[in-house]
């Protein structure tokens, strides 16, 4: 910093001073400054651009020209900050100076970043907005970028994300436009499904006969062979939000050979109803025709199961049986609701986890016995009692894929990570982009999963290297879960447990029912026991299986098979029965819950009262016809 005595101007250069610096001249100016103009405006003005605002202008005969600010917070005051300048052709210099002997300010610079941040800061903002992350994401590089580079720690420490979202939603509106869509719904789906073809997807639209309700197909020609090869449990669900007509959007989900889970086909249906959604199965069957599931693991939406009782209808109609099997955290979930007392809670998970069937029946009658509700008994009795095959573990124990997958986890990750590229105010057209987006981000993950299947070995302390040596003999996958599985070993020390005393390379544990793999015991009794079960007889027994094929190997093979009793036509037509009205009422309130998120008490209201009309008359028949019999 140079002082000239005889004009009493400060001169200054940027290199010379700190943000902070800068920011403390520019406060109070105590003393003139001459800075280039053009340094002023880049690194000086937007930097104290939320302290001052403009107050007048005035060019003079000769040229030049002053400009007067004044502070934010007290704009009816002139300010005592003065900007001149010279004719553009002229221009090297800005003088800024105080203006009249105006006062001080009354407030600190703090006070003032509160009440309206620099242009560096938001600039800084809209840089990282259009990365399109999300708001706490961007007040986090924000702080950190101008903490660490730009040394302005006070000037983003009060930084909100609030404010990040506005600014967000201002810059991301322009470039968001192709993402709204046609207003006219008919050509969004018109120019979607161009988009989708454009693409290298297979689409079908269709329309449901004597139903107002509609939907499209697209799969992608990959997504075909992946259903194909791997369709033999295929993961199903919806999520809505994705656009603003609220089509719902079904996704099928597969794990592949490298044990990643890719993507299988996608629907969107304009209404969530087993007509509807059991259309769409069907198309998908025809683009892959073959595509046999033998199960599918939903959550407990009765829609998707009558949906899929009606696509694949099993051996009456000469097919392969196909079997709804339930997420079991999605029956967790809803226990925590329903069944609301905790000892009766923790007995149904028990029973949730028997390896036998009549294991699973006998805790679910303990349950029932010891509940001392009421409500909740009756709830168990009609809800869990006869579908024990759907939600409970011992009906998968002749599977090991089928204990390996026991959730819709990877299908919800998958919809959670596209949800946050989504928006309700998108149209049809803007989901599909973001989706498009999405699967082939997956189908490239995928890429190098599978580049690491064979090639990569991983790197472990503390085990023997002829264990390792074997180890690296299986994909990487495998070598990370025997690994843990060794490691496990030394737990067991510790808590003070003896060798297992196997005989045999059979084993009762979790780990080696769902994987057919050394555990942790086998392991334990290898190294510290007296027989040394792992030979490399042994050894090349279990690489082999994987020597021609990966994670797939687990689809048909079996430990034991299970013979279930044949169900009666009348069972089956209970059964029926069941699922129609679930499917119903599950429809009743998913139209209620649309109908209240649009915040108009009137309109809900009114579909209450039209519901309880059509229901009264129906509900009260019932009741006396039963008091009649009775």
């Known amino acids: 910093m140079n002082i000239n005595p005889s004009t009493s101007t400060m001169s200054t250069t940027s290199p010379t001073l700190t943000t902070n610096q800068k920011r403390a001249l520019l406060f109070n100016i105590n003393e003139p400054l001459e800075i280039p103009i053009q340094e002023f405006d880049n690194d000086w003005w937007p930097f104290v651009s939320n302290i001052w605002t403009g107050f007048s202008y005035r060019n003079h005969v000769n040229g030049n020209s002053w400009k007067s600010f004044t502070c934010r917070f007290t704009k009816h005051n002139q300010s005592s900050l003065r900007k001149e300048g010279i004719p553009l052709e002229k221009q090297q210099k800005v003088r800024v100076e105080r203006y009249n002997d105006s006062p001080d300010h009354t407030h600190s610079l703090d006070e003032s970043e509160k009440l309206k941040r620099s242009q560096v800061v938001r600039t800084l903002v809209e840089q990282e907005a259009l990365k399109n992350y999300r708001p706490p994401a961007i007040v986090s590089a924000v702080k950190e970028f101008a903490t660490e580079k730009l040394g302005l720690n006070e000037s983003v ?27 006219n719904r008919e050509l969004d789906i018109q120019e979607t499904i161009i988009f989708l073809k454009k693409q290298g997807y297979l689409v079908e639209r269709y329309e449901v006969i004597h139903k107002p309700t509609s939907g499209f197909v697209f799969i992608h020609p990959n997504q075909i062979n992946n259903l194909e090869q791997y369709g033999w449990l295929t993961l199903i669900d919806s999520t809505h939000k994705t656009n603003r007509y609220d089509f719902r959007l079904f996704t099928l989900h597969i794990r592949n050979t490298y044990g990643y889970w890719d993507v299988g ?49 099993g051996l009456k109609y000469g097919e392969q049986e196909c079997d709804v099997i339930f997420c079991t955290v999605h029956v967790m979930r809803t226990w925590m609701s329903k069944i609301y007392d905790s000892k009766t809670r923790q007995k149904m998970i028990q029973a949730m986890h028997k390896i036998t069937k009549v294991g699973c029946e006998s805790i679910i009658q303990q349950a029932i016995d010891e509940c001392p509700v009421p409500t909740i008994k009756q709830y168990i009795k009609r809800n869990f009692m006869k579908n024990t095959h759907q939600w409970a573990l011992w009906a998968r124990q002749h ?13 919800e990750s998958y919809h959670s990570e596209l949800k946050k590229s989504t928006s309700p105010k998108y149209g049809l057209i803007g989901a599909c982009h973001k989706i498009v987006a999405l699967d082939e981000k997956k189908h490239s993950d995928s890429e190098y999963v599978s580049f690491e299947f064979h090639t990569k070995n991983i790197s472990a302390i503390g085990i023997d290297h002829v264990i390792l040596h074997e180890i690296h003999k299986f994909p990487f996958p495998v070598q ?44 334990h009794e290898h190294v510290y026991g007296d027989i040394k079960l792992l030979t490399v007889d042994i050894w090349e027994k279990f690489q082999k299986m994987f020597e021609e094929a990966g994670f797939e190997i687990y689809m048909h093979r079996e430990l034991v098979e299970i013979e279930e009793p044949k169900k009666t036509e009348a069972e089956k037509a209970a059964e029926n029965r069941r699922l129609t009205i679930n499917e119903l009422m599950e429809r009743t309130r998913d139209i209620y819950w649309r109908v209240e998120e649009k915040n108009n008490p009137e309109q809900t209201c009114m579909f209450i009262q039209e519901l309880n009309t059509c229901l009264e008359p129906v509900l009260n028949n019932k009741i006396n016809e039963i008091l009649a019999v009775e």
Request: glycine share 4%.
């Open 399 to 411: 599977s090991p894929l089928l204990l390996q997958v026991t959730t819709t986890n990877p299908l």
């Open 157 to 183: 420490k009060e930084l909100r994300r609030k404010e990040v979202t506005n600014i967000k939603s201002k810059v991301r509106g322009s470039l968001d436009t192709h993402l709204i869509g046609n207003p």
């Open 265 to 313: 086909a996608h629907f969107f249906v304009s209404n969530e109803d087993c007509d509807t959604v059991s259309k769409a199965l069907k198309i998908i069957r025809k683009f892959g025709n073959r595509w046999k599931p033998r199960y599918f693991l939903a959550d407990q939406s009765h829609v998707e199961a009558n949906s899929i009782k009606i696509a694949f209808p």
């Open 480 to 523: 990370q879960m025997l690994v843990n599985e060794f490691n496990a070993v030394q737990g067991r020390i510790e808590k003070g447990k003896p060798t297992p005393g196997l005989i045999s390379l059979n084993c009762n544990c979790l780990f080696f029912r769902r994987f057919l793999l050394p555990c942790r015991h086998i392991f």
